[in-house]
């Protein structure tokens, strides 16, 4: 059970990235899938969620209209395509899977938005 995380990278102040979190050993369809970054001495924050059945997404108000959520049942995989990118975006960013008690973590991958 493993769930990777990846398209982190450096980008100027108003660039774009799109970040892949993609399961193995598990269906993310019944899954609750979260994006999560944690910036240097900062906590751990939610950024996004997409729910496993309706697909209801949820927006940190900071990302609001910038950052969107979506999944390829088919590919296992979910993306957060992140826009308009500013420094205040600069963190490590997590993929998470919850279903019931099971919860899974992904690996992170560093996002660097310089000004």
């Known amino acids: 059970v493993q769930l990777q995380a990846s398209g982190g990278g450096l980008v100027q102040s108003g660039g774009s990235l799109r970040l892949s979190c993609a399961a193995s050993?598990?269906?993310?369809?019944?899954?609750?899938i979260g994006w999560f970054r944690q910036a240097p001495g900062k906590e751990r924050e939610g950024v996004s969620e997409?729910?496993?059945?309706?697909?209801?997404?949820y927006y940190e108000e900071s990302v609001r209209g910038r950052f969107t959520i979506s999944k390829d049942n088919a590919k296992n995989t979910v993306y957060l395509d992140m826009n308009n990118l500013k420094p205040g975006d600069t963190a490590v960013y997590y993929c998470?899977?919850?279903?019931?008690?099971?919860?899974?973590w992904g690996q992170g991958t560093l996002v660097t938005v310089s000004s």
């Open positions: 997409i729910s496993c059945c309706d697909s209801t997404t």
């Open positions: 050993g598990f269906t993310l369809d019944q899954f609750t």
């Open positions: 998470n899977a919850r279903f019931g008690l099971r919860v899974y």
